[in-house]
């Protein structure tokens, strides 16, 4: 299998807090890090959903990014970090800060608010590409996210425009035909990869996605399921996706609601101390959906 047919698991960590939510807790990330190398991580992603990116400050971003680099750099895994940030200056500083912290690759999350045009969010790209020289970029393409300045051409197009941008982060449903039509128009040389928890990945594997961004609780079994595909094994990255699937679906939910049962799984494991969420977020899960996860997370053999 060519470097680029390779299926990459690439998580999306999460971001811990003391007890109070009052403070990140570094220390904690570290050790979250070093697991996540440790457990078949291909790539580290920061400041997607799953690590409340939303809730962080600027200052925060930049310690999370130093600590995943310092750790990550024993394993030679390279730290993708993600631009949240509406405002095309203030995303360019960002990006530099997290690459002066050690991150490799940029993940551009387009901009949402007042539902910005395709030419408008056209500009943002332009303008954070044209200062990160040869860093290598990410759209993230999500429309129900994102509004409705994005569609499967003007991704295409972006990527087209500017030779830096060589992955596309789908999340878009169904994800089926999305991959088909971004395959067709880009060819092999950009790399599709899966978010919304892995939702589907069976299929966009099939289509020819290139890596999955889970959340981190279920690392060994998407590290399973990559390697069978890898080896050409596809009963069973199917028998393993099918084992997968009841927490994949069950988890595809508000995002708030995911990050609550990532962080329970990950505190059940022993790697949080707590599955503290920073406020405002959702009512946490309730005793029913906690027991229902854990049985499922059992059944896959991570807990």
């Not at 730290?79 to 990006?95: D, K, P, Y």
């Not at 049962?261 to 406020?279: A, P, V």
Request: hydrophobic residues 40%.
């Amino acid at each position: 299998m060519t470097e680029m047919n390779k299926k990459l698991v690439c998580p999306v960590l999460p971001t811990p807090f003391t007890d109070d939510g009052e403070a990140v807790d570094y220390k904690q990330f570290a050790l979250i890090v070093r697991w996540a190398c440790e457990n078949g991580a291909d790539r580290l992603v920061l400041f997607g959903g799953a690590s409340e990116c939303y809730k962080l400050s600027r200052e925060e971003k930049i310690g999370l990014v130093e600590t995943a680099c310092r750790e990550a750099a024993g394993f030679s895994i390279p730290v993708m970090a993600t631009l949240c940030e509406q405002g095309t200056r203030i995303a360019v500083e960002e990006a530099r800060d997290f690459i002066r912290g050690g991150a490799t690759m940029i993940n551009i999350m387009p901009p949402s608010f007042a539902n910005p045009s395709s030419s408008m969010i056209g500009d943002h790209v332009e303008g954070i590409c044209r200062e990160l020289g040869q860093v290598a970029v990410m759209i993230q393409y999500a429309p129900d996210l994102t509004g409705k300045g994005l569609n499967i051409a003007f991704v295409a197009s972006l990527c087209r425009s500017h030779n830096t941008i060589n992955m596309v982060k789908v999340e878009k449903q169904p994800v089926g035909p999305v991959v088909s039509s971004l395959k067709e128009i880009l060819g092999h040389d950009t790399e599709i990869a899966i978010g919304n928890g892995g939702f589907h990945c069976l299929d966009a594997f099939s289509r020819g996605a290139s890596s999955v961004m889970p959340g981190l609780a279920c690392l060994r079994s998407f590290r399973a399921f990559c390697d069978a595909f890898n080896k050409g094994r596809s009963q069973d990255a199917e028998n393993i996706y099918k084992l997968m699937s009841a927490y994949i679906f069950y988890n595809f939910r508000h995002i708030e609601a995911f990050t609550a049962i990532e962080k329970h799984i990950l505190y059940k494991k022993g790697l949080l101390k707590n599955s503290i969420m920073r406020t405002p977020s959702l009512p946490a899960p309730d005793e029913w959906s906690l027991a229902y996860v854990d049985r499922v997370c059992k059944e896959m053999g991570e807990l």
